[in-house]
């Protein structure tokens, strides 16, 4: 997920759902935003950064506990710093993208996909409601569409422009996550946007979602409720992009 950003960025990850994710224009301001999303999540977490950990950066993260770092490399002052918290394993990861294809386990064999690396194209994205997103609603969709991929399906994404504000991961109903995601909140959901890894099939999780004040929407599309879904946006008077591509893998 931390490779998906070429500004300084940092993630919080627990049971292998991002509980915290921002990019800001330093690495421990990435940190403190990712951080305060989810504090209480964070605790005993895994973090990742996409630059080297600075003496500030590390500053912040010895403030609690946490179980392992990855990032490209640690200052001297970072390293002196993080040495005295105990039990800290800390990684140094190079290289850019890792594969361009992503091997799971099954009974019998392996199951074999190609790495879902694909941005947004904004060019390609189609928005399907009256309401066009605004500049900004326009960026924090785009964040959350790098953010959302990474979540346990079914999975539902509240941002803002370069910080992760909620997630909701791993519902067996997709309105179950866009509830769970919006009842973890610790940061205001109002003013914030969504992103779903794949269609809504009723439009419940709009009505759901627009429930806790978000402004716009983005998901892939495809339902054979689209037009119900999208009729629902316009009601409210969401902004709605289709993707065009989901997220939705195994």
């Known amino acids: 997920m931390i490779q998906e950003f070429d500004a300084p960025a940092a993630a919080i990850i627990k049971h292998t759902n991002p509980c915290g994710c921002a990019s800001q224009s330093t690495l421990a301001e990435s940190y403190r935003k990712a951080f305060e999303a989810d504090p209480v999540s964070a605790f005993g977490g895994v973090l990742a950064f996409n630059r080297a950990v600075d003496a500030e ?3 912040e993260i010895a403030k609690t ?24 394993r800390l ?34 994205a189609k928005v399907v409601t009256s309401r066009v997103p ?22 539902i994404v509240y941002a803002r422009d370069g910080q992760l504000i909620s997630s909701g991961a791993g519902q067996m109903s997709r309105v179950d996550s866009v509830k769970f995601g919006a009842a973890k909140a610790v940061l205001p959901i109002a003013g914030a946007v969504a992103a779903s ?19 716009a929407v983005i998901q892939p599309g495809g339902s054979v409720r689209d037009e119900e879904v999208i009729a629902v946006a316009n009601k409210l008077g969401l902004a709605m992009v289709f993707a065009g591509s ?5």
């Open 57 to 59: 950066t590390a500053q």
């Open 65 to 88: 506990f946490i179980e392992a770092i990855a990032a490209p490399g640690y200052s001297e002052e970072a390293l002196a710093i993080l040495a005295a918290k105990k039990n800290l």
């Open 91 to 124: 990684l140094a990861v190079s290289g850019g993208a890792s594969t361009d294809l992503v091997i799971r386990s099954i009974g019998g064999g392996v199951l074999v996909q190609t790495a879902d690396w694909k941005p947004l194209d904004r060019a390609a």
């Open 134 to 155: 605004s500049e900004s609603e326009w960026s924090a969709l785009a964040f959350a569409w790098r953010i959302v991929k990474h979540v346990k399906s079914n999975a």
């Open 197 to 215: 890894d794949a269609f809504f099939p009723f439009p419940d999780g709009v009505e759901e979602a627009a429930k806790h004040g978000i402004t």
């Open 246 to 250: 989901r997220h939705f893998r195994h």
